[in-house]
Structure formats: C-alpha cells, structure tokens
C-alpha cells in the first residue's frame, strides 16, 4: 500500500536527484523508496550481526581460570604451519 509523504528538502538536491532518476528512467518516488529499502535492510543487518550470534555464543565456553590462548594459539599455528 503506497501512503503520500511530504518532505521539505534542498532545492538543488531535488534538482539533482530529480536528473539522477530520469538517467536512471525510475521515478523519483522509486529512487528514494528503494534508497529507503536499501537503508532500513543495512541497518537491520548490522543490528542483528552484532547482537543474534555474538550474544549466542558468548559466554558457551567455559575455560580454566589458568588457560594461555596465547600458548594454545602458538601450538595450533605451529602443526598448520610443519
């Protein structure tokens, strides 16, 4: 269902996109609406990226209090790199 919003923008960037959807032959309600689309979807994407997995697995592993990553990582590189 399309709903009519009025927006109060600069007049040379009106003129500019204006030119802008007519060399790309789209209306200039399309151009903003998929620009809109575009916005909304990166910015859920990267909402849900930094919250649904990370918090998911934070905190799954449980390690002794003693545990030197840094000593494990030197091994695991080690026996990639023989």
């Known amino acids: 269902m399309n709903t009519k919003l009025t927006l109060s923008l600069d007049k040379e960037v009106i003129e500019q996109a204006k030119r802008y959807a007519k060399e790309k032959d789209i209306s200039l309600s399309a ?46 590189l080690s026996k990639k790199h023989q």
């Open 31 to 76: 151009l903003i609406e998929h620009y809109l689309q575009r916005l909304v979807a990166t910015y859920q994407s990267d909402n849900e990226d930094e919250g649904s997995i990370v918090e998911a697995l934070s905190g799954i592993i449980e390690l002794p209090s003693d545990y030197d990553y840094k000593a494990e990582y030197a091994k695991h």
